[in-house]
T-cell receptor
Framework: QKEVEQNSGPLSVPEGAIASLNCTYSDRVSQSFFWYRQYSGKSPELIMSIYSNGDKEDGRFTAQLNKASQYVSLLIRDSQPSDSATYLCAVNGNAGNMLTFGGGTRLMVKP | DTEVTQTPKHLVMGMTNKKSLKCEQHMGHRAMYWYKQKAKKPPELMFVYSYEKLSINESVPSRFSPECPNSSLLNLHLHALQPEDSALYLC????????????FGQGTRLTVV
């Protein structure tokens, strides 16, 4: 059973729209949650981290965490074609320093 | 500075060769990682070093041998690899601790022929 689940997509949104990416995790004692962006052929780039329930905003990005529902999401406002990439949800469990990645969601932003 | 540097960027090796991948960071991080990523798949953890000691080995075959000579360097020694080992090998580093953010290098694209 996968520990971190994401819809593989592709998720297609028009330019300027809000893209909503979702992630669920199975380990209730998970402590920290991260979103990485990965362009094709490149390495993952950290874009958001969140540790407590609620919302965390950084520019056009908002991460949302609900530990009771074991759910993390990433909202991208005013989506741009340059946001087209695979978004990886990663969870650090109770053991610490052991990131587990979801399968990633491919986002396509159409001009 | 959030830079993790990996060399080489590309590597082609035969199944009888011995080669090494190198990773360097100067962020003062004391945890370093090797991940393997196949096409259209997420990164898979291979090894974790904490304070220069191997803390996690995810049942990786012995043809992959990690080494952490000091707090800034991480190597992955390769020997007798198989074509199915061809992948993007990613190094990452972070502070030690569950809330630490991990930063990735640009990766080494390995092809085994």
């Amino acid at each position: 059973q996968k520990e971190v689940e994401q819809n593989s997509g592709p998720l297609s949104v028009p330019e300027g729209a809000i893209a909503s990416l979702n992630c669920t995790y199975s380990d209730r004692v998970s402590q920290s949650f991260f979103w990485y962006r990965q362009y094709s052929g490149k390495s993952p780039e950290l874009i958001m981290s969140i540790y407590s329930n609620g919302d965390k905003e950084d520019g056009r990005f908002t991460a949302q965490l609900n530990k009771a529902s074991q759910y993390v999401s990433l909202l991208i406002r005013d989506s741009q074609p340059s946001d087209s990439a695979t978004y990886l949800c990663a969870v650090n469990g109770n053991a610490g320093n052991m990131l587990t990645f979801g399968g990633g969601t491919r986002l396509m932003v159409k001009p | 500075d959030t830079e993790v540097t990996q060399t080489p960027k590309h590597l082609v090796m035969g199944m009888t060769n011995k080669k090494s991948l190198k990773c360097e960071q100067h962020m003062g991080h004391r945890a370093m990682y090797w991940y393997k990523q196949k096409a259209k798949k997420p990164p898979e953890l291979m090894f974790v070093y904490s304070y220069e000691k191997l803390s996690i080995n995810e049942s990786v075959p012995s043809r992959f041998s990690p080494e952490c000579p000091n707090s800034s360097l991480l190597n992955l020694h390769l020997h007798a690899l198989q074509p199915e080992d061809s992948a993007l090998y990613l190094c990452a580093s972070s502070q030690v601790g569950g809330e630490a953010e991990a930063f990735f290098g640009q990766g080494t694209r390995l092809t085994v022929v």
